[in-house]
């Protein structure tokens, strides 16, 4: 079966198509500036790209061109858009409505519930529902199946995802942990426990997901228990622009101080941007949201890229020690996502000093890998280190396979 997988948000809409007889992506493509101007960029893997402009009004348009991209001209990968099987969409919130992967009805009831979780995700409900409907309505006759960031976090029992605050705002404002990078966490741990050709079942993970956004989870024999994202992507260590978790009393000093030029306060979502785009590792170091330029400049003296260097590796560590004490010990650390792939030297300084508390320790040989799913504990190590890449499309084609199969 071939599955198109779609990630829609507010300005673009990517796209692969996967054969899942192998695999393997026959085609990978991303319609960007939706709703401004529009560009293609495609991909017919061993054929060749493109990249052209295109007027792309909306979602439903974005789409049309996504069909055309792979079944017209020269860098056509199908005939006909009916040899998919089944369209596989991701989607960043489920609320309190989504545990796992559905199929979506033509009623439209879970695509209203979709868009019921947009104070949750207020960036991208509404542009996976669109994507979703847009999708529908070029192909009808295909299972299309919602597959939820949040919902591989839905196993975490109540003590670690209740918040302290009174019970009827919580409940009013659906306040609990939900956590994100669901789909990645879930995709290195199967690749993880497939790599050591252990079940998954058996084994006592942290994985640590450590990108521009950052997460951490601890998975106690396949079900995730807890995780550092918490009601939005904000909470954890902090990030790349992201100020991750902080004294939650900074908020109400900042918005019963601060001012604008023209004395009026900032709004809630002002400070929300500046929690979310304007601090992190970026706002320590003085400018530098990418782990390779913290890393250059720290290298080179820079006193406040080594601080936001050392601030990452201290959070994270600290997050990492948390839930292999919750799980009891701990058999395997997994690194993924851009810092985790492809950074040794932070991956290091994480699991630095850990060999006589916990039996973690890192091979400086083996960990000089970039990108690859790999082994890099040393021979000493009693916990397997690894380096996994993640793939969520690949993940959200394996959950849409499945549930198409089931309908
Ligand atoms: P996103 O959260 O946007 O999906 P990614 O998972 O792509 O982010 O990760 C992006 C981060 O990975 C950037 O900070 C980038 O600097 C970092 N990264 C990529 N390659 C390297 C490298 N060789 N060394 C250190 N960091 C790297």
Redesign the pocket.
Known sequence: MKILVINAGSSSLKYQLIDMENEAVIARGNCDRIGIDGVLSYKAVGKGEIKREYPFPDHTVATRTVLESLTTGDLAVIQDISEIGAVGHRIVHGGNYFMESVRVDKQGDVISKIEACKTLAPLHALPNAAGIRACMDAMPNVPHVAVFDTAFHSTIPDYAKTYALPTDLCEKYSIKKYGAHGTSHKFVSRKAAEFLNRPVNELKMVTLHL???SSISAIDRGICVDTSMGLTPLAGPLM?TRCGSIDPAIVTVLMDNERHADGTPLTGMEINNIMNKKSGVYAVSGGY????DL?AHAAGGDKRCALAWNMFAYQCKQIMAGYIAILGGVDTIVFT???GE??PN?RAKICDNLYDCFGIEIDPEKNDV?GKLAEIGSSRSKVHVLVVPTNEELMIARETMEVADRA
């Open positions: 990108g521009n956004g790349g949201s990418d782990f390779r890393e996502a851009g810092v492809n950074g932070t970039y």
